[in-house]
Structure formats: structure tokens, C-alpha cells
């Protein structure tokens, strides 16, 4: 008898944790947010001496200035101090991401400075250029820091792409992809007569940032690239290329259905455009969040969000030429795993 009960209390045990609810859905905050040549004060200080000609608005491939260097206009325009990363700080708290992919930061030490480090952990691309891509992860969400892109740089001319894996191994996993493309070429059909410099460079990343998407279509996993884009592809119309094969639109490019899975969301479509502070001639997005299509059955509607900056803040303080972009996803994470 006493046997028989043991055997039904580990029954009962067995069924009522089978009769456990499964953890509830949760969201998870992504957003991009491109920092303006982010670095320390020390970096800075040492390198304002010797500073480039080369202009800061990167209408001159990198291989024109050395890699760890300034441009003179930013070491007039753009010295920041104290008050200028207290402001950049208190609008990261204001957007209370949960993962952002950065742009223009100068590594771990200068994000540091802006995502408190007791909160946030960092991923960034490998390169020596004072311009890196990467992530801010809140701390406590699992991931991996992912490879380099390396196919972006064009030979490091331009920036590298960097990947992060949230949830690894689990059924919650997404890939996502942080970039920061050419830019000088926002606007109008990329082979325009003369092709600027620009258009071309652009062109010449694509095939990089395509073969990544097509690869995360083919692998069926749920996917994003995130970040400055440098092109309006909100007002592209047409097809990808013109009947002698040259590239005329970017979005078409990616946007190709193929293989099956690489149909894409861009999370702006449809959103109304405002500057990121008063005064500003700016016209439409350039910083995006573009989701594969299993992520972009779980973007929460309504949840886009452009964070922009106070008159008060954008007139007395350094910020960035850009302001944050996000979204919230709905994520089913397995019981145990928590953001």
C-alpha cells in the first residue's frame, strides 16, 4: 500500500507540473540610434591635434583619412563634455530599449558613457576606425555577439556589420544585424549620370548585406538589420535595376522574396516623419528597423516610437545629428529564460 501511494503522489507531481501555464508572452524593445562620432573625452583630447580635412558628414571614404582620426569640423563642432553625455544618458533612459544597435561609437568605453554599464552589456565590430557598429543588450538577456560583417567595409572604406544572437538555442533565438551604410546617395535612381562616388559605394555593399538576409531566409530563422541606412527607402519607387543591369532602388534589391522568407516589414512604412529636433530640414527616415518576416508577425502594433530631443536640449547640447527608432516585439520565452 504504502508503495502504491508513493506511486500516485509522483503521478500527481508529474500532472501538475504538465498542468503548469507556460510562461505569458513578453515584449522586447529594439531600437537604433546613431551616436555622432561617440567617443571618451581621453580619445578625443588625443587625437584633436592632428585632425583631418576630410569633412565628419562621410561624403569621403575612410581610406582618405587614417583610421583613428577626426575631422577638424568635428573637433570645432562637436567636443563634448559633461553636460553633453549627462544629456545623451537621461534620453537612453527615456528610450529604455532592451537592445540597440549603435552606430558612430568608438567601442565599449564610449557607449559606457552614455548606457549605464550596471544596466547594459555591449557587442561591437572589430575595426580600428574611431566609427564602429554594435550593440547596447540590457543586462541578463541571453545572447552571443556574433561575427563581423566584413563584407560591408569594402575593405574597410566603409563600416563593417554587426551581428548579435538574442536567446541562443532556444525556440525565442533572433538574429539581428546592426549597420551603417555609405552615405551621400539618399535620394533619386543610384546609377544618376554622374554617379556620385557615393551610389556607387552603396551599390557595392549590397551584394554583403543581401547575402546575409538570404541566408537567414534560408535558415528560417527570425531576423532584423537595424540602423543607418543613409537612404530614403521609404520614398524608392521602381524596380531594383534598370534593363542594362545597373542598380537604380535598394529596398527592391533586398526586398526580392527570394529565396522564400526574405519578403521584409520596414517598420517606418506607413509612420509619420518628424525631425529629430525643431529646425531641422530633414524629410524622411533614414534610420530604420527592417524585420524578416517571422519577426514581423510579432512587432507590436502601434508600438513604433521616434524618441526625439527637446528644443531646450537639441540648442544647448552636443547630442546627434540622429535620434533613436524603435519598436516592441512579443517574444514567448521558455520557462527559466527572462529579459
Not at 558628414?57 to 577638424?72: E, F, G, N, Q, V
Not at 565590430?125 to 547596447?136: D, E, I, K, S
Not at 546575409?212 to 543607418?228: K, M
Request: one cysteine or more; proline letters at 7%; glycine letters at 8%.
Amino acid at each position: 500500500m504504502r508503495r502504491l501511494a508513493s506511486i500516485a503522489a509522483v503521478l500527481l507531481v508529474g500532472c501538475a507540473r504538465a498542468a503548469e501555464p507556460s510562461p505569458p508572452p513578453t515584449t522586447l524593445k529594439i531600437a537604433t540610434w546613431n551616436l555622432e562620432w561617440l567617443m571618451t573625452p581621453a580619445t578625443f583630447n588625443a587625437l584633436k591635434g592632428a585632425c583631418t580635412r576630410a569633412p565628419a558628414d562621410d561624403s569621403a571614404p575612410h581610406a582618405a583619412r587614417p583610421l583613428r582620426s577626426i575631422p577638424c569640423d568635428v573637433v570645432a563642432q562637436l567636443e563634448r563634455g559633461r553636460a553633453d553625455f549627462a544629456g545623451l544618458a537621461r534620453y537612453a533612459r527615456m528610450l529604455d530599449a532592451d537592445v540597440v544597435a549603435l552606430q558612430e561609437v568608438d567601442g565599449e568605453a564610449a557607449a559606457a558613457l552614455v548606457f549605464a554599464p550596471g544596466d547594459y552589456v555591449f557587442c561591437f565590430t572589430g575595426a580600428r576606425a574611431l566609427q564602429n557598429t554594435g550593440f547596447a543588450i540590457r543586462r541578463g538577456i541571453a545572447h552571443r555577439c556574433g561575427a563581423d560583417v566584413e563584407g560591408l567595409a569594402l575593405g574597410n572604406r566603409v563600416r563593417r556589420g554587426a551581428t548579435l544572437v538574442l536567446y541562443p538555442g532556444t525556440p525565442a533565438e533572433l538574429h539581428l544585424l546592426a549597420v551603417h551604410l555609405k552615405s551621400g546617395c539618399a535620394r533619386g535612381p543610384m546609377n544618376a549620370r554622374p554617379q556620385p562616388e557615393a551610389c556607387a559605394l552603396l551599390a557595392r555593399q549590397l551584394p554583403a548585406l543581401e547575402a546575409w538576409i538570404d541566408n537567414e531566409a534560408r535558415s528560417s530563422t527570425r531576423f532584423a538589420v537595424l540602423g543607418d541606412f543613409n537612404r530614403d527607402l521609404l520614398a524608392e519607387r521602381g524596380p531594383a535595376r534598370a534593363p542594362d543591369g545597373a542598380q537604380l532602388n535598394f529596398w527592391a534589391e533586398i526586398d526580392d522574396g527570394e529565396p522564400e522568407g526574405a519578403r521584409l516589414t520596414n517598420s517606418a512604412a506607413g509612420e509619420r516623419f518628424s525631425n529629430c529636433a525643431r529646425g531641422r530640414m530633414h524629410t524622411g527616415y533614414i534610420d530604420y528597423i527592417v524585420l524578416g518576416p517571422a519577426l514581423a508577425a510579432a512587432r507590436v502594433p502601434g508600438s513604433f516610437q521616434r524618441l526625439t530631443y527637446a528644443p531646450r536640449d537639441a540648442w544647448r547640447l552636443k547630442l546627434s545629428d540622429h535620434c533613436p527608432v524603435a519598436i516592441r516585439l512579443t517574444i514567448k520565452l521558455s520557462r527559466g529564460w527572462h529579459l
